[in-house]
């Protein structure tokens, strides 16, 4: 987590990197700080607290310069306050690092620097390590870039690094290991981010680091890469990029997460755009097509991935075992990777994550790797660490998702999944091909469907205003929308700071009816193709308890509006595609029940969009 930003060039280099830093904020928000040097003097700025409060803090002080770095945190080691933030001095005050990651040897490296003299102000990891950098230029007599290396073959754990030295006034040095880094290479200028999104708008060429790669970004100079191990020449593969300032800004909208909830249909679209064509009676998609004996002929499938990728991951071993016939079997990455997995090589491992870059869903990856399945990736953010490392993979195309509440990557996910499930169950003879066709032209028709199910925004909001100050919800969902309710269960707690719980609407019986009474809003996914009797019975349950029912129901339902407090309707579809819906009003009444609650709705305390710590 973190995100930093740096900038060489002739421009003024403090609007970009504090405009930079506020784009990668989803990153971590706790606190910020910058660097700049203008040639003589390095100005330095920082505090807890946000961008803006580094912004106006740093209008007490010089901050000019046109070579900068910057840093917006998300603290590891070290509470969130001004001395810990990053940048960071080395000892003699001419060097300054920001960095993203966690050295994890940083104690014992601390204590042998303590014992040389090196004093420390903060309590963080990043101090040691440019202090550790300064010692070994002192003790080897060498430039920053070979000190860099030498030390960082030190240190054990993660990195992203940005590091300057006043008596180099000309270049940057950067390294990466297990956290991403990406340089912009513009006109005699360079900009090194997290992500590009800092540097978009000035050039669209960028050279994405590879783990253990490290770069001396140099003005006048070709970027030169090398491994940081065994200091071989590395070429930069420089890659145009396809994002553009308006998809990485909010287009009117009061939240990134409310422009991202709107943007579903476009993004559903976007994603099976292509790959789905139904007046010719396939689904064609590279990585599956060009391994398809791999997936047709495997033991099973492991699904791995974290929060919300994981409730789409729980949604695809619905479909697949239920369209294509394929055992699934869906973990946390962060269980996964530490419980010694049965794993062969006729295992396929689906790892589906939006940021590419969650470390327990890196991990697990390449434990996976090591035992031989063959792994496919599914992530939305291109060049993504996790999309690289995967054997093949398919991109969900929702474009940039900056609220950190996911939202359109869900649904992104589910569509990416669904095709592979269709293209699976043709292939192995599981449908006929009427009923493949019915099942592409029905996904064809959801994105009108979900722009149906956003048309209820209004209601939603009504009903917002009637639980908005409840401390505990239920969410019950069966079959394919299990998954759902547990979504929507993560949506509000993790914006709205409400207490909530997701849950088989069957297995309310063995333990959670005991919460039920007339303060409890119960939200119950009760479409009409889906085990809708057996729901009703569940609602029935909950209804003789006292408890409030808002239901998500299809459109026409006459019943459970019978037995409901209130409900929302959604339109009709196959049951396997209904997660494509019933989770549209999940999302809004989420996000209504954070804004009436003045709650942070884009960066929640606590959080961070790309989880690169285990
Ligand atoms: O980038 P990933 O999909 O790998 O991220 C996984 C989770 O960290 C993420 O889904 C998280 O749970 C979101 N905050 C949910 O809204």
Not at 166 to 187: F, Q
Not at 304 to 324: K, P, Q
Not at 565 to 570: F, L, P, Q, S, Y
């Amino acid at each position: 987590m973190c995100g930093i930003v740096g900038y060489i060039g002739h421009r003024d280099a403090f609007p970009i990197v504090i405009k930079g830093l506020q784009r990668l904020e989803y990153r971590g928000y706790d606190s910020a700080g910058i660097a700049l040097f203008d040639g003589n003097t390095i100005n330095l700025s920082k505090t807890k607290g946000k961008v803006e409060d580094l912004k106006k803090k740093s209008k007490e002080i010089s901050m000019a310069g046109t070579l900068g770095i910057g840093h917006t945190r998300w603290a590891t080691h070290g509470v969130p306050n001004d001395v810990n933030s990053h940048p960071h001095y080395s000892n003699s005050g001419d060097l300054v690092i920001i960095h993203n990651g966690i050295i994890e040897n940083y104690e014992s490296i601390k204590q042998a620097l303590q014992n040389r003299g090196y004093t420390f102000k903060s309590d963080t990891d990043t101090e040691v390590l440019i202090n550790l950098i300064e010692e070994v230029q002192k003790t080897e007599g060498v430039k920053l870039g070979k000190a860099v290396q030498i030390a960082l073959n030190q240190v054990v754990g993660a990195y992203a690094i940005a590091v300057f030295d006043k008596k180099k006034p000309d270049e940057i040095v950067v390294a990466k290991l297990g956290s991403p880094l990406a340089i912009g290479v513009g006109e005699d200028e360079f900009f090194i981010a997290s992500d590009a999104s800092p540097f978009i708008e000035f050039t669209n060429n960028a050279v994405y680091l590879e783990d253990e790669e490290m770069a001396i970004v140099r003005l006048g100079k070709e970027i030169k890469l090398r491994k940081i191990k065994n200091d071989a020449v590395a070429y930069p593969n420089i890659l145009e990029l396809q994002m553009n300032l308006e998809e990485i800004e909010k287009g009117g909208y009061d939240h990134f997460m409310l422009k991202e909830i709107y943007e579903q249909p476009r993004a559903i679209m976007d994603t099976y755009r292509g790959r789905l064509l139904a007046d010719q009676g396939i689904i064609r998609m590279a990585g599956i097509d060009q391994n398809i004996e791999k997936f047709v002929n495997a033991n099973r499938i492991i699904i791995v991935a974290c929060g919300t990728s994981w409730h789409a991951g729980l949604v695809a071993e619905y479909i697949f075992e239920d369209l294509a016939r394929i055992p699934v079997e869906v973990e946390y990455a962060s269980e996964f990777r530490y419980r010694n997995p049965v794993i062969t090589d006729k295992d396929v491992l689906i790892a589906i994550s939006q940021s590419g870059e969650t470390a327990d869903t890196l991990a697990a990856i390449k434990l996976a790797k090591e035992k031989g399945a063959f792994v496919f990736g599914v992530c939305n953010v291109v060049g993504s660490s996790i999309a690289r490392e995967s054997d093949a993979g398919a991109y969900t195309h929702a474009g940039p998702e900056i609220g950190v509440a996911s939202t359109k990557a869900f649904t992104t996910q589910i569509t990416v999944l669904t095709l592979i499930a269709l293209k699976l169950a043709k292939e192995k003879g599981e449908f006929s091909g009427s009923k493949f066709h019915e099942y592409l032209t029905e996904l064809e028709t959801i994105p009108a469907k979900v722009e149906k199910a956003l048309k209820s925004n209004g209601l939603v909001e009504t009903v917002a205003e009637v639980y908005k100050d409840s401390t505990n919800c239920l969410y019950l969902g069966r079959g394919y929308n299990f998954p759902v309710a547990l979504e929507g269960a993560l949506k509000l707690k993790e914006i709205s700071y409400i207490h909530a719980e997701g849950y088989p609407a069957a297995e309310m019986k063995h333990g959670p009816i005991a919460l039920i009474d007339e303060q409890m809003p119960v939200f119950v996914i009760a479409t009409k193709k889906g085990h809708y009797e057996k729901v009703v019975s569940n609602i029935q349950e909950i209804k003789s308890r006292k408890g409030k029912i808002i239901a998500i129901v299809t459109e026409g339902d006459v019943q459970v509006k019978e037995l409901a407090d209130h409900v929302i309707e959604i339109p009709e579809t196959l049951e396997s595609l209904t997660p494509l819906l019933t989770t549209i009003p999940l999302q809004l009444l989420s996000y209504h029940i954070a804004v009436m609650r003045n709650c942070n709705v884009d960066q929640p305390r606590n959080l961070a969009k790309s989880v690169t710590v285990e």
